[in-house]
C-alpha cells in the first residue's frame, strides 16, 4: 500500500507502552539470567569471534595468575639459594608470561570489540523489524524520541558494555577463581584467611547493584524523555518561533536534562561506594595475611617465596574484585538498557497477519462492505457504531462527510488494517480482512492524505515509493496524470531535485500533487483520499480535480472531504455524527431530506455552490 501522508491515527494521548506514564510506571520483572541468555544467543551469531575472544580472555587472566607464582620461583630456587644461574631460565620465562599477557590482552579486546558491535547490530535490526510491524499505536500514542532512544541510546550503553565491562568481567573473575585456586594449592590455612572476608566484598556489591539498577533505569527514561522533547522542538520549530515559545521548550528540555542528572549522580555517588568499601576489605584482608603468614613463615610452616607469592596474590585479588565492582556498574546499565530493547521486541502487535494455512488471496477490488462496524481507540469508549456502507463496480465512489472528530478518519484506518473492529467486520470480495495477509491488503490499496509526507529523497524516489522497479517513463506518465509534470520541470534538476527535509523547499500544493503522482503510480484497486485536497491553494485543487476524473475510474474509491467540488464525483455519500451513520444517499437526495447534510453544506459549501442554492445539485 503506498501511504501518501503522515495523519495520527486519532488515538488519545498517552495510552500507549512507550508514552511517559506508561514507561515510569511499567514494573520491571525481568531476571538478568533471561536476559543474559538473549544477549548471548545473539553474540553467538559471530561464534568465531566469541570463541576467540573467550579463549584469549581466559588465557590472559591465567598469565595475570602466573606472575605472582613466578614470585615465588624466584625467591624459593634462585634468591634464597643464592643460584643466580636460575635467571638463565626464569627470566625467558617471564618474559614469554609477559608477552603473552599483553598479546592476548589485545586479541582479546579485538575480538570483543568485533563481537560487540555486531551483537548491538543485531539487536538494532530486530527493534527495526519490529517497528515496521508494530501496531499504528504505538507510534500515535507514543513519544518518538522515546521509541528513538532505544536502538540509539540504549543500544550504545550495550555497545559499550561489550567493548570495556564484559572484558573485565570475563578476564577479572578468571583471574580472580584461577588466583583462588593456585593460593588453595600453596596453603590451605593460608588461603581460607585470605578469601574469608570476601563475601562481605560480593554481599555489598549485590546490594549496592540493586540501588544501582534503579537510579540507571530511571536515567535511561528521563534520557528518552529528553530525546522526546529535543525531537519535538526540533519538528516543531517553526511553530515554537512563531508563537514565541522558545523559552518554554528550552525550560522543558533544562527539565528534563535536571532529571537525567539527578538521576546519574545518585548512580555514579552508589558506585563511588564500591571503592572505599572494597578497599577497606583489601586493607584488612592484606593485614590478616602479612600477619599471619609472616607467623607461619618464621615456624617454617611455608617458604619465603610462599610467603611472597600470598603476599602478591592478596593485593593481586583485591585489583579484579574492585574492576568486578567497577564493570559492575556498567553492567547495571547495560542491563536496564537490555530491559527496554527487549521490551520493545516483545511488543505484541495489535494486527497480525493470519496464519499461513488460513490465509486468502482476493483478486482485483471489487466490492468493499463495512458491516456494523464499532471501534474505540481505548477499551469501551467507542469512536464509531455500527457502521454499514458498501461500495461495487455498480457504486465504486463513496464520500464519508461529518464534523470533525465524527469518526472518519477512524474508518479509513480500519479499512487499511491499521486497527481491527471490536464488533463487526470490513470485507473485501466477500472475505474479511483479517483472513489476508496485511501486505495483500495493503498492496491493493494507495492513500493520500490532508498532511502528505514525503522523503528527503529527489522527487523521481518520492513517487516510485510504493513501487520501487517502476521505469521514468512510468514515474512520468503519474506525474503528468496528476498535473505534476509541468511544475517539476521547471525545478532545479527537475526529477532528480532533491526534497528537503519536511518538504520546506516545495509549497504545500506541489507536496500534494507529488504525493498523488506516488498513489496513483502503483494503479491501486482501492484509492483513499482523507481529505486530500483541503489544505491546498484553489488552482491547484482544480488541477486535482481535473486529473481526478480519469483518477477515479475504474476503481473503488472513498473519499473523506469537505468541499463539494470533490463529494459531487461520488456515487454514494455517507454522513457521520458522532460515530454513528445518520444519513445516506447522493446529494440531491440528502439535500432534500433537509437533515445534517443538508445543514453542513449549507453553512461549509454555500460561498463555493452559490448563496441562493435551496435543493438540488448546484451544478
Known amino acids: ?293 609472616a607467623m607461619m613463615t618464621m615456624n617454617g610452616q611455608i617458604t619465603l617465596g610462599t610467603f611472597v607469592a600470598f603476599t602478591a596474590f592478596q593485593i593481586m585479588f583485591f585489583n579484579p574484585i574492585l574492576a568486578l565492582v567497577q564493570a559492575y556498574d556498567q553492567y547495571q546499565q547495560a542491563m536496564s538498557a537490555t530491559e527496554r530493547m527487549f521490551d520493545l521486541i516483545d511488543t505484541k502487535p495489535e494486527v497480525e497477519d493470519p496464519p499461513d494455512d488460513t490465509a486468502v488471496q482476493v483478486g482485483k477490488s471489487e466490492k468493499l462492505i463495512s458491516e456494523n462496524v464499532t471501534f474505540g481507540y481505548e477499551p469501551k469508549i467507542p469512536v464509531i457504531n455500527d457502521i454499514n456502507f458498501e461500495i461495487d463496480h455498480e457504486t465504486p465512489k463513496l464520500a464519508i462527510v461529518g464534523p470533525t472528530g465524527a469518526g472518519k478518519s477512524t474508518i479509513i484506518n480500519l479499512i487499511s488494517r491499521f486497527y481491527d473492529p471490536l464488533d463487526g467486520s470490513i470485507k473485501l470480495n466477500d472475505q474479511d480482512i483479517r483472513n489476508l495477509r496485511i501486505s495483500d491488503l495493503r498492496s491493493h490499496q494507495s492513500i493520500v492524505l490532508q498532511d502528505s509526507y514525503l522523503f528527503p529523497m529527489c522527487i523521481r524516489d518520492n513517487i516510485r515509493f510504493g513501487k520501487p522497479e517502476a521505469t521514468e517513463e512510468m514515474v512520468i506518465e503519474a506525474a503528468k496524470m496528476v498535473g505534476a509534470h509541468d511544475f517539476i520541470m521547471n525545478l532545479p534538476g527537475r526529477y532528480d531535485y532533491i526534497i528537503q527535509e519536511g518538504s520546506s523547499n516545495i509549497s504545500i500544493g506541489q507536496r500534494q500533487l507529488i504525493s498523488f503522482a506516488r498513489a496513483i503510480l502503483t494503479n491501486p484497486d482501492i484509492l483513499i483520499l482523507d481529505e486530500a485536497t483541503s489544505s491546498i491553494d484553489p488552482y491547484t485543487e482544480l488541477v486535482i480535480q481535473n486529473a481526478l476524473k480519469n483518477l477515479l475510474s475504474n476503481r473503488l474509491v472513498i473519499i473523506i472531504a469537505h468541499r463539494l467540488s470533490t463529494i459531487r464525483l461520488c456515487d454514494e455519500i455517507v454522513a457521520i455524527d458522532h460515530g454513528l451513520i445518520v444519513e445516506k444517499g447522493t446529494h440531491g437526495e440528502l439535500m432534500k431530506a433537509g437533515g445534517i447534510y443538508s445543514s453542513f453544506y449549507k453553512m461549509q459549501f454555500k460561498e463555493e455552490a452559490g448563496v441562493n442554492i435551496e435543493y438540488g445539485d448546484p451544478s
Do not use: C
Open 1 to 293: 500500500m503506498a501511504v501518501s501522508g503522515g495523519g495520527g491515527a486519532g488515538g488519545p494521548s498517552g495510552y500507549g507502552v512507550f508514552s511517559t506514564i506508561g514507561e515510569a510506571q511499567k514494573k520491571r520483572n525481568t531476571k538478568d539470567r533471561d536476559l543474559l541468555v538473549r544477549l548471548y544467543r545473539y553474540a553467538v551469531g559471530n561464534r568465531r569471534n566469541f570463541v576467540i575472544a573467550t579463549m584469549a580472555l581466559v588465557a590472559n587472566s591465567a598469565t595475570t595468575v602466573m606472575v605472582p607464582y613466578m614470585s615465588k620461583l624466584v625467591v624459593d630456587n634462585i634468591i634464597s639459594p643464592m643460584n643466580m644461574a636460575g635467571f638463565i631460565w626464569w627470566i625467558p620465562l617471564f618474559l614469554a608470561i609477559t608477552a603473552g599477557y599483553y598479546y592476548t590482552q589485545y586479541v582479546s579486546t579485538w575480538q570483543i570489540r568485533i563481537l560487540g558491535e555486531n551483537t548491538v547490530a543485531r539487536i538494532r535490526q530486530d527493534i527495526m523489524s519490529r517497528l515496521q510491524i508494530i501496531s499504528l499505536r504505538y507510534f500515535s500514542e507514543g513519544e518518538t524520541g522515546r521509541i528513538i532512544a532505544r536502538p540509539i541510546n540504549d543500544a550504545n550503553n550495550v555497545r559499550m558494555f561489550f567493548r570495556m565491562g564484559f572484558t573485565s568481567i570475563v578476564q577479572n573473575a578468571g583471574a580472580l577463581f584461577l588466583g583462588i585456586a593456585v593460593i588453595f594449592f600453596l596453603n590451605v590455612k593460608l588461603a581460607l584467611l585470605a578469601i574469608a572476608i570476601m563475601p562481605i566484598a560480593a554481599i555489598a556489591t549485590y546490594y549496592l547493584g540493586i540501588l544501582s539498577r534503579k537510579y540507571n533505569r530511571a536515567a535511561f527514561l528521563n534520557t528518552s524523555g529528553m530525546i522526546s522533547t529535543l525531537q519535538e522542538s526540533l519538528s516543531g520549530m517553526k511553530v515554537i518561533k512563531s508563537f514565541v515559545q522558545l523559552d518554554r521548550f528550552h525550560k522543558q528540555f533544562n527539565d528534563e536534562q535536571d532529571k537525567v542528572v539527578k538521576q546519574r549522580i545518585l548512580a555514579v555517588l552508589v558506585s563511588s561506594i564500591y571503592q572505599p568499601v572494597v578497599y577497606a576489605i583489601r586493607v584488612t584482608g592484606t593485614a590478616l595475611v602479612l600477619w599471619y603468614g
